[in-house]
């Protein structure tokens, strides 16, 4: 089969599609003949050496697709060849077919489209796990997202309503607060000219964020913690603005707080299929029935994967950049 890989680590310009060989299906697992896969930043990282694939892992870039079941192990109950399925990767999707456990593997909304269906599994697990699983944000709490207007900030927005909480993101631009707005976000900040935490104090009336969804970092550390409400968690999924900063203990201790490191790749099938059982009792009905949906900037052949990363780098993006591997209808 084609794959697309980098030989080396490098810009964009290194990725190559190239032949490699066909995935044979674990007892527990499923093979995915794919139509899409979704572009995050963490193949960014994996592209430039930074974020080596777990062990185990298709060693090439690709952590979500949609797809086709062409294969099944030995042990697989739950899947039958011909079901058109999303699926949970640890790696392997910028390809035409892909191994993956059967628990990691979601049928698709009836409202969603194969294609649209690459959009969901990673944004998804990892707003649900992060928001409700891990950080427990419920009805009538405040939570701050930053990056509003990227894959994860778009869904942010959509199941923090879900969950009956208010909504409060930074974007970088006036397009990406429009969107978000168009989403049904309650306040959104542009951060290159406001005060993004006076603001979150102003719209709280002093009281701060319960829950704050962070892909900063180190750059926003103090003002994160400045933010947070008494009892407030933060969740820490990106690094985008460094990996060391400075921590008020005393400010953390004074609010009762607590600061949580989050990442979703490296988890085993156990844990990620736990996340995938809850998302699909709890968020799937809502796409079911037209409430959420993906936000999909655009897709694009898999053969520009290069343009793709581009997009993601200069941050032009609102929601997910979807590559088309395979024919899809709808």
Sequence with gaps: MLAITNSKPGGPEVL?????????????????DVVATGVNRADLLQ???RYPPTPGAAPYLGLECSGVISALGANVDRWRVGDEVAALLAGGGYAQRVAVPEVQVMSVPASVSLLEAAALPEVVCTVWSNLVMIAGLSRGETLLAHGGGSGIGTMAIQISALVGARSIVTCGSQRKIDACVELGVDVAVNYRDQDWAAMVQEATDGRGADVILDVIGAKYLDANTRSLAVGGRLVVIGLQGGTKGELDLGRLLAKRAAIYGSTLRARSPEEKGAIVTQVLEQVWPAFEAGALHPVIDRVLPWTDAAEA??????????GKVLLQVGGADG
């Design 309 to 318: 990363h581009r997009v993601l780098e200069r941050g032009d993006n609102i």
């Design 16 to 32: 190559e599609l190239t032949e490699v060989s066909d995935p044979v299906p674990g007892p527990d697992e499923v093979v995915i």
């Design 47 to 49: 592209r430039e050496g």
